[in-house]
């Protein structure tokens, strides 16, 4: 079990996260985290950003169709790309 001490900070209290844990959890400072009270404790998560499967995304397109431009798909290419 980790421990650590609330300190004052301006208008807010702040709270530190000993090394051992914040490796442990993959946390870094600077990045943002969930503040929650459950009962008496307070839950601390991080705020991880969303990660899509393709699946996700079509499923996000819905029944709309997909908006197709001819102009990009007939333009020459620019650099190295291969051609279809």
Request: charged residues 20%.
């Amino acid at each position: 079990m980790h421990t650590s001490t609330l300190r004052a900070a301006g208008g807010s209290i702040a709270l530190t996260i000993p090394q051992p844990l914040a490796r442990l959890l993959s946390l870094h400072a600077g990045e943002a985290v969930t503040l929650e009270a459950d009962g008496d404790r307070l839950v601390v998560a991080p705020q991880r950003r969303k990660r899509y499967t393709v699946a996700d995304l079509v499923a996000l397109q819905g029944a709309a169709p997909l908006i197709v431009d001819a102009e990009w798909d007939t333009m020459p290419a620019m650099g190295r790309e291969a051609a279809l």
